[in-house]
């Protein structure tokens, strides 16, 4: 295959949706049609063994919660799949957004007993910065359900956004019998007696065949006609670059519990999400079909093999193709590397990564050479955008409980945050370190690994600060001079770039309207 049909191929995505409306369920379903494993229950079982091993991951155990995100790679008729898992407990949302940044389309998994909720607003948003295609699945149509017109309705009010239904559900609860695929004209039932299986659908001349009534008693038949006349009548008809502009979302309805509805989303997902596209870099645009291979670091993971402590940076492939034992650039050190142990992502194993094209994500194994948001390619200078970190909205001081360790501890703030797993702040007078998350049981996970990885028994006590801003101006004269006047509220993060901190939120107004000259910023992209 040439590289261009190579990436045609691919499909990169992620799912988002609100804890418990289906989400693992719905992704085993997918690794199931895929092939890639056999048996449902198997990303819950492996999970779990895998939570086991580490101590730290301990906390994520006791609260019932995924703190690690992972990739998975299947593949489905001809198409390559890569899904990027994201956390989903909302402490952690500030890696869900970078995973959110390494994929090209996502699906959205909506409980359709509750419609939208609060965690899928706010990862749709994130969405919605981007222009991201999503494709709606509605899931747990076997229990008692919202009414479907009502769901469409509340996804396009809440989420100003265009719905046009893919497939219409036939009953609910207990009398959901399946979907008629709008698309396709085809009828599918459900077939609830095995979990597991792949059902094809019945292919039929439209709503007016006869056969219809042979599958469904008489007055669903009436009632779905009905139905579909109304849906077609108020919804717009499926616009696919409407869809891939973020403004319209094809919704599927289904029960991933029962396997049901998951194949034509993958169907779904192949004829319409988009593969590898364009990204952007400081310097120029990428192209995904250039030859020459270039990526980012979008995820830095530690403990990825308990034995080792091994950190792995998740690369995404802008563009090109990845060969084993290639040299590549790492663009912010200048440093060139041979990369031979790269790994793929499958299901339930890591395997060495021989080739790998634009879309695909690759591990490399890293010894703290690498930051979220480096780039590498192979020669050219480009640094590519839009991998945010977050001003942290809570943070405490940081103490070894041993003050002889306060040089080991500061070696792990500082990989720690180059992970991206906390802000690291050290204040320009005193000699405490601040730690700033988005979410308070970030510090739970953090006090856990500083102890079991780094051998170092912490404290974390409250400060009195309210947040953080990274300060830029373009003259550095101005600057300094605010520097010099603001010490005591002044620290640096881990790459050396000067934050403030903000007592309260009349003190960070007060430090933007005493310095019109300088940018408060509340994100600050990794270049
Ligand atoms: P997540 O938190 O979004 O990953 O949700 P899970 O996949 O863990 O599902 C949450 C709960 O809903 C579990 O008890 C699932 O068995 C159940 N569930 C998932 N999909 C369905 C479905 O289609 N029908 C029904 N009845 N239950 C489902």
């Not at 084993?324 to 142990?341: E, F, I, P, Q, W």
């Not at 991998?387 to 940081?398: D, T």
């Amino acid at each position: 295959m040439t590289l261009e049909e190579e990436i045609s191929n691919r499909r990169t995505f992620a799912i988002i949706s609100h804890p418990d409306a289906g989400k693992t369920t719905l992704t085993e379903k997918l690794l199931l049609f895929g092939g890639a494993i056999q048996l449902a229950g198997e990303v819950k079982a492996r999970g779990e063994r895998r939570r086991a091993r580490s101590d730290w991951m301990k906390v994520e155990q006791e609260r019932g919660i995924s703190v690690a995100s992972s990739v998975m790679t299947y593949s489905w008729q001809d198409s390559t799949f890569n899904l990027l898992d994201t956390p989903g407990h909302e402490d952690f949302s500030e890696d869900t957004y970078r995973v959110l940044t390494a994929v090209d389309s996502a699906v959205m998994v909506l409980d359709a007993a509750k419609g939208i909720e609060a965690q899928t607003y706010k990862l749709f948003e994130v969405c919605r910065l981007r222009d991201m295609p999503v494709v709606t699945f509605i899931n747990k149509m076997d229990r008692e359900a919202l009414d479907a017109f009502d769901l469409l309705d509340e996804i396009e009010q809440k989420l100003a956004l265009d719905v046009t239904p893919a497939t219409w559900p036939i009953g609910m609860g207990r009398d959901f019998k399946g979907c008629y695929d709008l698309i396709n004209d085809r009828l599918i039932l459900m077939q609830a007696a095995d979990k597991n299986i792949r059902s094809e659908g019945i292919a039929l001349e439209g709503l007016d065949d006869p056969r219809l009534s042979e599958y469904l008693p008489q007055d669903r038949v009436d009632s779905l006609r009905e139905q579909v006349e109304m849906v077609r009548g108020l919804c717009k008809p499926f616009d696919r670059q409407a869809y891939l502009e973020g403004h319209l979302t094809p919704v599927f309805f289904g029960s991933a519990f029962n396997s049901f509805g998951v194949r034509d989303l993958l169907s779904g997902l192949r004829d319409f999400a988009p593969s590898p596209g364009a990204q952007a870099a400081v310097e120029r645009q990428v192209d995904s079909k250039e030859p020459k291979l270039s990526g980012f670091v979008f995820k830095i993971q530690a403990n990825m093999d308990p034995k080792h402590r091994d950190r792995m940076a998740f690369v995404r492939l802008v563009s090109g193709r990845f060969k084993r034992g290639m040299k590549l650039k790492h663009v912010r050190t200048g440093k060139t590397l041979s990369v031979h142990n790269a790994q793929l992502f499958l299901a339930q194993d890591r395997e060495l990564a021989e080739a790998a094209v634009a879309g695909d994500i690759i591990g490399i194994p890293n010894h703290g050479g690498y930051k979220i948001g480096d780039t590498l390619t192979e020669g050219e200078e480009i640094r590519f955008t839009g991998i945010p970190s977050f001003a942290p909205e809570l943070m405490q001081r940081v103490r070894p409980v041993d003050p002889m360790r306060a040089k080991h501890l500061a070696r792990a703030l500082e990989q720690l945050a180059e992970e991206g797993a906390a802000s690291v702040f050290k204040p320009y007078l005193g000699a405490d370190w601040i730690v700033g998350v988005v979410g308070s049981l970030q510090f739970d996970v953090l006090a856990d690994r500083i102890r079991t990885e780094f051998n170092i028994p912490v404290r974390f006590e409250p400060t009195e600060l309210y947040t953080a801003r990274w300060v830029e101006a373009s003259d550095p004269k101005v600057l300094k001079q605010f520097m010099d006047a603001n010490r005591t509220a002044l620290a640096e993060d881990h790459t050396g770039q000067p934050v403030y901190l903000a007592r309260n939120h009349w003190h960070l107004n007060k430090g933007q309207d005493d310095w019109p000259d300088l940018k408060f910023l509340k994100t600050k992209q990794e270049v």
